[in-house]
């Protein structure tokens, strides 16, 4: 099982990051993939999640509005289209998957080792 998560990097503030999840070794469009971000010395957070066949999708608060998940299960992939991005969303993002959409990492079956992303002028 492995789910690889790219497309960080450094970006000012305000502008745009799209980040991928590819996934394999599972039946990927039997999952939910949710997306996690952690930034030193912070609790790993919840930043939105896709349910198997992209009926649900969630998002946390904080990125409501700014943040676009959608997924292609022909490719196995999750993408995480990401604007207006503001210093506080710098943070590892991580992608993980478990049977249904959840907000708690704890419920999650398998992660990816996760990405950087850095807003900084």
């Not at 503030?13 to 952690?38: N, V």
């Not at 919840?46 to 946390?60: D, F, L, M, P, R």
């Not at 997924?71 to 289209?81: D, E, F, I, Y």
């Amino acid at each position: 099982v492995q789910l690889q998560a790219s497309g960080g990097g450094l970006v000012q503030p305000g502008g745009s990051l799209r980040l991928s999840c590819a996934a394999s070794g599972f039946t990927f469009d039997d999952y939910a993939i949710g997306w996690f971000r952690q930034a030193p010395g912070k609790e790993r957070e919840w930043v939105s999640c896709i349910s198997e066949n992209a009926g649900i999708t969630s998002y946390a608060d904080s990125v409501k509005g700014r943040f676009t998940i959608s997924r292609h299960n022909a490719k196995n992939t999750v993408s995480l289209q990401m604007n207006s991005l503001k210093p506080e969303d710098t943070a590892v993002y991580y992608c993980a998957a478990h049977k249904s959409c959840s907000s708690w990492y704890i419920d999650y079956d398998y992660w990816g080792q996760g990405t950087q992303v850095t807003v900084s002028s």
